[in-house]
């Protein structure tokens, strides 16, 4: 395993040696010595091709946030929303696959989503702080402040996700703001 760094401050690859034989494949998921957070909960989600889930986020229990891919291919986009960051506003976006070993870390202070890019697509979340629906937030995959290119034009989303605020109206209101802000610098 060997860790990437990106320009986005605390967000980074891992790639993991992938072991292929003819019964298959094995590769490790995690070191400690790569993410010295505290993982406490794991989840595992399962999208379908053109399913997008996200741009998601915590407003109170903001999650530090080791995704991998079990099964299929996806596109990873985490957008930082940390305030005083050099990349405030900006998206990183990754392919993860099963095959190509790669896993990515997100700090606190990102929204995060995927789009499910093979028929099956299943992945695996390890996060700091447990799931809290009362504080979820979303802001829209298509925003056009956010000049996200999701290589979609009509994915298939959630009622959630299709109310989801810009972000303009995320910035707009001091209320969430500030208290995502003040969580993603816990």
Same mark, same amino acid.
């Given at each position: ?16 040696? +992938? ?6 494949? !094995? ?11 505290? !993982? ?26 080791? $995704? ?5 291919? +996806? ?5 930082? $929303?940390?305030? &005083? ?18 896993? !990515? ?23 700091? &702080? ?10 829209? *995959? ?7 290119? *999701? ?24 209320? *969430?703001?500030? $208290? ?7």
């Amino acid at each position: 395993m060997n860790k990437i760094k990106t320009k986005f401050r605390g967000l980074f690859i891992v790639n993991s040696k +992938v072991y292929r034989d003819k019964r298959g494949w !094995l590769k490790e998921e995690f070191k400690k010595k790569f993410i010295k957070k505290n !993982l406490i909960f794991t989840l595992v989600s399962n999208s379908k091709r053109n399913v997008l889930r996200g741009l998601h986020m915590q407003t109170k229990k903001s999650q530090d946030k080791f $995704l991998s891919v079990l099964k299929g291919k +996806v596109l990873d986009v985490a957008v930082d $929303l940390r305030k &005083n960051s050099k990349t405030y506003g900006k998206h990183f976006k990754i392919i993860l696959s099963e095959k190509n070993g790669k896993h !990515l870390f997100v700090p606190k202070g990102f929204a995060h989503g995927i789009l499910g890019l093979d028929k099956e697509n299943i992945l695996h979340y390890a996060c700091s &702080n447990y799931r809290d629906p009362k504080s979820e937030l979303s802001i829209k *995959w298509n925003d056009t402040d956010l000049k996200i290119n *999701w290589g979609v034009k009509k994915p298939v989303i959630s009622k959630k996700d299709k109310l989801a605020l810009t972000f303009k109206d995320f910035e707009k209101n001091k209320k *969430w703001k500030k $208290l995502y802000l003040l969580v993603a610098v816990e």
